[in-house]
């Protein structure tokens, strides 16, 4: 675990998860909104991942060739990014279709009867 949360576990929670985290629930955001295909969060997770772990060793001497704390950011930031799209794309068809759907949850929708 050490190996994928870096230098510090503050450091991990204010840059990965506070400042990444939140440009990645925009993202995945931005991505619904759109009507982009889910698929689209896998190459910007992998490329925020990048810039995470580029920071985190420019700023806190983090490692900066770790894989695992890429692969591990790049999960936590899409698992954020997937949450947020699905959020946002229930909200858009509950709102232009509220003839047919209605919401069934935070993460889903359901046929009127």
């Known amino acids: 675990m050490g190996a ?3 230098p510090n576990l503050w450091v991990f929670l204010g840059l990965t998860v506070i400042l990444f985290g939140g440009a990645s629930w ?4 931005a991505l619904a ?6 698929w689209h969060i896998l190459p910007y997770a992998l490329l925020m991942s990048a810039g995470d772990n580029f920071l985190t060793f420019a700023l806190f001497d983090g490692d900066l060739l ?3 704390a890429y692969l591990g950011h790049a999960v936590i930031l899409g698992g954020i990014a997937l949450a947020a799209y699905r959020v946002t794309q229930v909200a858009k068809m509950v709102a232009q279709y509220p003839w047919l759907y209605e919401r ?3 993460f889903a ?5």
């Open 26 to 29: 925009m993202m995945g955001q």
């Open 33 to 38: 909104a759109t009507w982009r295909p889910v």
């Open 4 to 6: 994928i949360i870096g």
């Open 109 to 113: 929708w359901r046929q009127r009867a």
């Open 66 to 68: 770790s894989v695992s």
């Open 104 to 106: 069934a949850g935070l």
